[in-house]
């Protein structure tokens, strides 16, 4: 990793003007995820992404939410190499930008350990899309990706987390199902922008916590059918949607 001077002068005052919105952005995120009571302590990580510069904005490592201010996001390139900031990125930051160069569509990503969403995790069983509030979000279950080797684990655990994830995700438009919970861990959520991947993080817990609740009241509770799926999501996504105002 190379460090370059915080707010040195080869940066053009518009260039620093969209990073600095984006580190707000980034730091807005966070603390919506710590509001939520999704993340505790220091766990959990929001980035959002500049595409057309290639600049990524993540939380530092292991700082107090209630002290972080919107310099301490450490902004990095796509292959994690920091470019601005003072501090040490999320330990995560390599499966961020595994998802970045993967998924071109997405703006933002969010990990958190919500205590649902990370029980199904745990167990390593998809959530399946019992209800219209699921098929609003998700066109399908939210899968799980396949546990990691030791040999993964042990070299490049975070990109190779990454890169489980992005296997699991082969197939699938990853805004038709902006989250996955990685095997033994926990969800990792995405979306359009920073803030749209906290809001994804937040449904996915609600999501976790309701279908466990389902499954108690009828342990054979069924997914609902592929047309009311169909309808919930495309109203809401894709380009016959009819959802909010024009
Ligand atoms: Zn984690």
Redesign the pocket.
């Known amino acids: 990793m190379f460090y370059r001077s915080c707010g040195g002068s080869r940066r053009g005052q518009g260039e620093a003007r969209v990073l600095e919105a984006l580190r707000t952005e980034v730091l807005e995120a966070n603390l919506e995820l710590v509001r939520r009571g999704l993340v505790i302590y220091t ?3 929001a980035s959002g992404i500049d595409r057309e510069r290639g600049l990524v904005a993540i939380k530092p490592s292991g700082v107090p939410y209630e002290r972080m201010t919107p310099a301490d996001i450490v902004i990095t390139d796509l292959e994690g190499r920091i470019v601005e900031g003072k501090l040490r990125p999320s330990t ?1 930051l390599d499966t961020h930008t595994a998802l970045y160069r993967a998924f071109p569509g997405i703006g933002g990503v969010a ?3 919500s205590r649902h969403a990370t029980a199904w995790a745990q167990a390593r069983v998809e959530i399946p899309c019992f209800g219209t509030t699921h098929a609003d979000y998700f066109h399908g279950p939210v899968p799980v990706s396949e546990p990691l080797t030791p040999e993964e684990i042990e070299a490049d655990y975070e990109a190779n987390t990454g890169a489980a994830i992005i296997r699991r995700m082969q197939g699938r438009d990853p805004l038709a199902c902006p989250a996955i919970l ?1 095997a033994g ?2 969800p990792f959520c995405w979306g359009k922008s920073v803030s749209d991947a906290a809001h994804t993080a937040v449904i996915v817990e609600e999501l976790a916590a309701m279908a466990w609740q389902t499954l108690t009241i009828n342990p054979q509770a069924a997914p609902i059918s592929q047309a009311l799926r169909d309808k919930h999501h495309f109203r809401k996504h894709g380009p016959a949607a009819t959802y909010g105002q024009r």
């Open positions: 766990f959990g990580n995560d990990h958190t350990h990685v861990h926990a």
